[in-house]
């Protein structure tokens, strides 16, 4: 997997997205068995405190969960994972439109050219 | 455990030059510390300190609980900025040496990585390049099993894969009981293995927080911020 | 840890040391061999001059070598970069010394061994050479005859004195080097200076002693009688606190005052 942190930002925040974006997009399908964290932080040049921080934090929202022995797995609960998705798709929409209002384009106009777009990519 | 380091009013001076004034710091075990500072910071005399290659002039220093010593110096671990390995020494030689004096020392573990970074262990150290020395260094540094380690501009003069390979090598060497001390000036590329950052400044210490405290709290990089509080 | 580091030291001398030996005593082989032949005639003859020329000024070398080697190694090891690795070894700074001294001293006599065998050895058979030996024999009868016990106590003394002075001149430039490395940037001037400070110091000291000890013990000795009694055990003594006085500086210095680059 290919992690791409920017430097503004909180580390574990952007891995967490980023694992999310994982699940959400099939590269970690649902019930796979996570790497440990030392290898995922050794894989994400991060600090594996870091790492470990955004793992709990998945595990608490329920994406992830702990077997004792035998190591981190993704959910395999595919309902969460489809809410999670929408979620996501919901959130990169809004932050577009207001993107776009700051370009000057109102909520409608930015929908036109949305759906011009589209159609012409068919 | 204890801390790994606890510094109480710890002062070090050089004649005339105050180089450190009443530091209070503690560092807990299992973590990745960068120690940031400009030259004359003070930064180089802390390491020293810690490492017993100088005395306080005042206040204390533990590690682990003990003064520096020679059984700190069983449990720490140091790499200096320059080449100290003999000239005339094989690389084996100093494989050898090192598994002599420390028991922690791990020589699989050193040859593996040597074979990793396709170094030759026949060669003598004064064949070397600059780069391929401070690999050796930090082969021998990173594979004892150390309580602390010190890291002086690990990545300084070594090319980007050789940076990757040896920041790689420091996260995969983490485990919950040691804590790896970073002094560098390339911040940038180091800031996210580091799980914590002490900004120092005229022998004081004016910053000790975790890597995303700052960056909630600043909204900018360690790198931005460093340039922000130590502009010339 | 004390036989690690003498082994390691060993070792790190033995690279310069045993190899300049090697060609000592191949030199003496040569010059026996060109010596004992009868070929050369006439402007010939100049060889085995040559050679052996050449084999008295590796003896000399050799023991000039030994001893800049002594000096150089203590201030490269500990002093330079090196200094880093072998200050922050698990091992105390006294032992650091201890190791030192004693592989010094033992390359030190062997030095002395090496030339003292090959001169022996190339010129011992030598048609003046017997006759030397007999007068050396002589004179030592005629010596112990005349003086008795004096003379027996005297050469006792002797070595006992050269000794002392061996492990005293050693650790002179130890504390030398440890009095010059608080110099930054001139370290090795530094050294220099303390070496010639500390020299005049005990030169003056001991003089100082003798004097007074002659004058406090005005007894009824011959010449013999008081070098035995007197000259000879103040100045042991002398060499021996002031070797213990470079050991305390060095040793002192190292754990307080160590000022690496």
């Known amino acids: 997997m290919k992690w791409d942190l920017d430097s503004e930002r909180p580390v574990y925040i952007q891995l967490i997205e980023q694992i999310q974006s994982g699940i959400i997009s099939g590269l970690f399908k649902p019930g796979d068995k996570l790497p440990s964290v030392r290898d995922l932080a050794t894989e994400a040049m991060v600090n594996p405190n870091t790492m470990q921080k955004a793992l709990s934090e998945l595990e608490r929202t329920g994406l992830i969960y702990t077997n004792r022995t035998s190591g981190r797995f993704i959910t395999s609960d595919e309902e969460m994972i489809i809410k999670l998705k929408h979620l996501s798709a919901k959130e990169l929409v809004m932050d577009f439109i207001n993107r776009m209002k700051q370009l000057g384009y109102e909520p409608e106009e930015t929908l036109t050219i949305v759906t011009g777009i589209v159609k012409t990519k068919e | 455990m204890s801390a790994i380091l606890e510094c109480k009013s710890l002062t070090k001076k050089f004649s005339s030059l105050t180089a450190l004034d009443n530091v209070d710091l503690t560092l807990e075990r299992g973590h990745i510390i960068g120690l940031l500072g400009p030259n004359g910071s003070g930064k180089t005399t802390l390491i020293k300190l810690i490492n017993g290659l100088l005395v306080p002039s005042n206040g204390k220093l533990l590690i682990d609980g003990k003064e520096p010593g020679t059984e700190s110096k069983k449990i720490v671990s140091y790499l200096p900025e320059k080449t100290y390995l003999p000239d005339w020494m094989r690389v084996s030689d100093t494989i050898d040496f090192f598994e002599d004096f420390y028991e922690d020392f791990d020589r699989k573990k050193a040859y593996d990585m040597l074979k990793r970074l396709q170094l030759d262990p026949t060669k003598r150290m004064k064949t070397l390049s600059k780069g391929t020395k401070e690999k050796v260094q930090l082969i021998l540094v990173m594979s004892r099993d150390a309580d602390l380690y010190c890291l002086d501009e690990p990545i300084g003069g070594v090319d980007p894969a050789a940076r990757d390979y040896i920041l790689n090598t420091i996260i995969s060497n983490y485990n919950e009981k040691a804590t790896i001390i970073i002094s560098t000036h390339l911040i940038a590329d180091v800031e996210t293995v580091l799980d914590e950052v002490i900004f120092i400044k005229n022998g004081k210490i004016t910053l000790h927080s975790s890597v995303d405290d700052i960056r909630t709290k600043e909204g900018k990089s360690i790198d931005t911020l460093f340039r922000e509080v130590f502009k010339c | ?222 010449d013999l009688g008081m070098v035995t009694a007197i000259v000879m055990p103040v100045t042991a003594l002398f060499t021996l606190i002031f070797t213990v006085i470079f050991y305390f500086i060095t040793v002192i210095l190292f754990n307080r005052k160590l000022n690496l680059e």
């Open chain 3, 1 to 222: 840890m004390l036989s690690k580091l003498f082994k390691h030291e060993m070792r790190a001398c033995a690279r310069l040391l045993l190899p300049i030996f090697l060609i000592l005593i191949l030199l003496a082989l040569l010059d026996r061999i060109v010596l004992g032949l009868d070929i050369f005639d006439g402007s010939l003859k100049v060889i085995p001059v040559f050679i052996t020329v050449a084999f008295i000024f590796a003896n000399i070398a050799v023991g000039f070598v030994t001893f800049i080697l002594i000096i150089v190694r203590f201030y490269k090891n500990l002093i330079s970069d090196e200094g880093y690795l072998m200050f922050t070894l698990p091992v105390k700074a006294s032992q650091l010394i201890h190791s030192k001294l004693i592989a010094s001293i033992i390359w030190l006599l062997s030095s002395v061994a090496v030339i003292f065998g090959s001169l022996s050895f190339t010129f011992g058979t030598l048609d003046g050479a017997s006759e030397f030996w007999d007068g050396v024999k002589t004179s030592w009868v005629q010596f112990t005859q005349e003086y008795g016990n004096d003379a027996r106590m005297f050469f006792a003394e002797i070595i006992l004195i050269i000794f002392i002075g061996i492990v005293c001149s050693i650790l002179q430039i130890y504390a030398s080097v440890a009095i010059g490395q608080l110099v930054n940037g001139h370290k090795i001037l530094g050294a220099f200076g303390a070496y010639v400070a500390l020299y005049t110091i005990m030169q003056i000291a001991c003089t100082i002693a003798l004097v007074i000890a002659g004058l406090a013990f005005k007894g009824n000795y011959d």
